[in-house]
T-cell receptor, first 112, second 117 residues
């Protein structure tokens, strides 16, 4: 079962920052937080992941609370192409292949 | 090259047919995955291959038979499917191995949309 809770849908105006919350209150110390997104009719796409510290890459920023029970994905300047379903997934630190358990995700709509 | 390719893009088959889905990657990844995604639902893991060996089977019915002939190729053989098996079948790959699952990024293909009549 997915161990995260996300709002089912969100809207954001083009050019504004999109802030997508995720609750993972049962996360354990050996689990990462991963974010993927799925644009309509495409395969999921990796965005970013983190363990304890905040992370930033060319796509997004990930803010993880100090107690690690929740996180926020930030798309700093949303464009229409960012319209997608965003999945927050907790993944254990294990050797070998990774098992992703997708929850329902957040359907983000960027409006012009 | 960070691409995972899947063929065919679309497949329509009858319940008595035998068909195969193909997935290919040339990123040197040693883990490959099959997911099933029904309409308006999230992807669900079916199988995981690590170093060409089946490491995870999520209790998938035997009418789905995976095969990993080499480190770049992953097949999914289909036989005697049911209409409820109609879905988008996604393949993914990741570096796996000593990097550890917690720091592994999966790259997904575009999927094969399967319709069973």
């Amino acid at each position: 079962d997915a161990k995260t809770t996300q709002p089912p849908s969100m809207d954001c105006a083009e050019g504004r920052a999109a802030n997508l919350p995720c609750n993972h209150s049962t996360i354990s110390g050996n689990e990462y937080v991963y974010w993927y997104r799925q644009i309509h009719s495409q395969g999921p796409q990796y965005i970013i992941h983190g363990l304890k510290n905040n992370e930033t890459n060319e796509m997004a920023s990930l803010i993880i609370t100090e107690d690690r029970k929740s996180s926020t994905l930030i798309l700093p300047h949303a464009t229409l192409r960012d319209t997608a379903v965003y999945y927050c997934i907790v993944v254990p630190i294990i050797q070998g292949a990774q098992k992703l358990v997708f929850g329902q995700g957040t359907r983000l709509t960027i409006n012009p | 090259d960070t691409e995972v390719t899947q063929t065919p893009k679309h497949l329509v088959m009858g319940m008595t047919n035998k068909k195969s889905l193909k997935c290919e990657q040339h990123m040197g990844h040693r883990a490959m995955y099959w997911y099933k995604q029904k309409a308006k639902k999230p992807p669900e893991l079916m199988f995981v291959y690590s170093y060409e060996k089946l490491s995870i089977n999520e209790s998938v019915p035997s009418r789905f038979s995976p095969e990993c002939p080499n480190s770049s190729l992953l097949n999914l053989h289909l036989h005697a499917l049911q209409p409820e098996d109609s879905a988008l079948y996604l393949c993914a790959s990741s570096q796996s191995g000593l990097a550890g699952g917690g720091r592994d990024t999966q790259y997904f293909g575009p999927g094969t949309r399967l319709t069973v009549l």
